[in-house]
């Protein structure tokens, strides 16, 4: 099975910064990979599909890409708001594993 | 507005079974793949199972294999999930999500939590 392996874990940043999470599948997936957000207690929330491609409704501070094995989820500029658990999804085909998440929060 | 709704969660003991179900409302609920996704106290998502369109194909996690069995009612646009022998690792809120395999999961529902404890 493919394994998918995000970094970093967790990842304190500051207001206005710029942000970066890396998604790494074991095997090529080619662009079948999804962003999802979770706040606290809340159910999570397609942000990308299609590596790259922005969910309606959401920010234009989130971008994807890749492709193959290697991803990226990008928060241009960090708001307060996104301060959240992100994970990565291969969906290509089954199993849909998911990434172990990345806590963003504010330092 | 695409809704999915969960039901059935509770406390069972450890072997015991539960049924899950998941209504949907707001789209051509026979046209898309469906899934469960599971979420353990102060873990990350763990994919379940996933179930195709017309319900001829399922696929499953292997840490439920030969336990979990989804299905889906096209005629009562619902889907299910059976859950056997279940474990204390199995204590987890379980989310029904629209998507599967080769479609991404664009919308969840509010999840219905499993406890499994004597």
């Known amino acids: 099975d493919i394994q998918m392996t995000q970094s970093p874990s967790s990842l304190p940043a500051s207001v206005g910064d710029r942000v970066t999470i890396t998604c790494r599948a074991s095997?090529?997936?080619?662009?079948?990979l999804a962003w999802y957000q979770q706040k606290p207690g809340k159910v999570p929330k397609l942000l990308i599909y299609?590596?790259?491609n922005l969910q309606s409704g959401v920010p234009s501070r989130f971008s994807g890409s890749g492709s193959g094995t290697d991803f990226t989820l990008t928060i241009s500029s960090l708001q307060p708001e996104d301060v959240a658990t992100y994970y990565c999804?291969?969906?290509?085909?089954?199993?849909?594993?998911f990434g172990g998440g990345t806590k963003v929060e504010i330092k | 507005e695409v809704q999915l709704l969960e039901s059935g969660g509770g406390l069972v003991q450890p072997g015991g079974s539960l049924r899950l179900s998941c209504a949907a409302s707001?789209?051509?609920?026979?046209?898309?793949?469906m899934s469960w996704v599971r979420q353990a106290p102060g873990k990350g998502l763990e994919w379940v199972s996933s179930?195709?369109?017309?319900?001829?194909?399922?696929y499953d996690a292997d840490s439920v294999k030969g336990r979990f069995t989804m299905s889906r009612d096209n005629s009562k646009n619902t889907l299910y999930l059976q859950m056997n022998s279940l474990r204390a690792e199995d204590t987890a809120v379980y989310f029904c999500?629209?998507?599967?395999?080769?479609?991404?999961?664009?919308?969840w529902g509010q999840g219905t939590l499993v406890t499994v404890s004597s």
């Open positions: 707001g789209f051509t609920f026979s046209s898309y793949a």
């Open positions: 095997q090529g997936i080619s662009n079948y």
């Open positions: 999804q291969k969906y290509n085909s089954a199993p849909l594993t």
């Open positions: 299609a590596a790259s």
């Open positions: 179930i195709s369109g017309r319900g001829g194909s399922t």
């Open positions: 999500a629209k998507g599967g395999p080769w479609v991404e999961s664009d919308y």
